[in-house]
């Protein structure tokens, strides 16, 4: 008991202080960058608290059980595979105009139109929440959000669309930890709202 209220003491410090820090952060020098590296340079080393059993598991922050859907019409697609070709998210497939939601609290650091670290990903937003956690939206029509900008969990944040490089309307979805390692999102996004297979 004393030690998940010292862990919520904890939680809470690294929020306020990696809130203080975010708006230290000069936004505009990561929107040319290669989203890796943007990622990378975003994450501090000793900054957010993590559950430490995970991270040593698998890496992912324990933030990541609270991410809910970012579409709630549309279908599931292609997922990360671990073979064949790269793909480090999830594509889900709405018509154009569909509303994206933001999966958890965070502070918009990446709002790109095919910028040179983004190319292929069209109009796309990354979000980072309390710097031990990730999410990027991508191919969107429009994009509702300006870099260094505060949302919540369900705020819209952006539209489906296909923009980069698309063959039909999808949102693709990434989740990564605080060293830029694209998580499976399918390991996390909840049971409920999950979007049925076509
Ligand atoms: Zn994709």
């Not at 960058?33 to 000793?46: G, H, Q, V």
């Not at 069209?122 to 991508?138: K, P, Q, T």
């Not at 063959?167 to 049971?191: S, V």
Request: glycine content about 12%; charged content about 25%.
């Amino acid at each position: 008991m004393k030690l998940k209220i010292f862990a919520a003491a904890l939680m809470l410090t690294a929020a306020v202080a990696s809130a203080a820090c975010a708006a230290d952060i000069d936004y505009q020098e990561f929107q040319e960058d290669p989203l890796e590296t943007a990622i990378r340079k975003l994450a501090s080393p000793e900054g957010g608290a993590w559950d430490r059993e995970v991270m040593l598991s698998g890496g992912a922050p324990d933030i990541v059980q609270e991410v809910i859907w970012p579409l709630r019409e549309g279908y599931l697609g292609r997922g990360i595979k671990r073979k064949g070709r790269r793909h480090d998210g999830v594509d889900m497939s709405a018509p154009r105009g569909t509303p994206i939601y933001a999966v958890l609290d965070g502070i918009v650091e990446v709002v790109s139109n095919n910028g040179p670290g983004f190319r292929g990903y069209g109009r796309v937003i990354v979000i980072n929440h309390g710097g031990r956690l990730w999410s990027l939206y991508s191919h969107n029509s429009a994009n509702y959000v300006k870099v260094g900008q505060r949302v919540k969990q369900g705020d819209k944040i952006a539209a489906v669309g296909r923009t980069g490089r698309a063959t039909g309307n999808h949102l693709h979805f990434e989740l990564r930890n605080a060293k830029g390692t694209p998580l499976d999102p399918m390991k996390y996004l909840p049971k409920e709202g999950r979007l049925p297979r076509r």
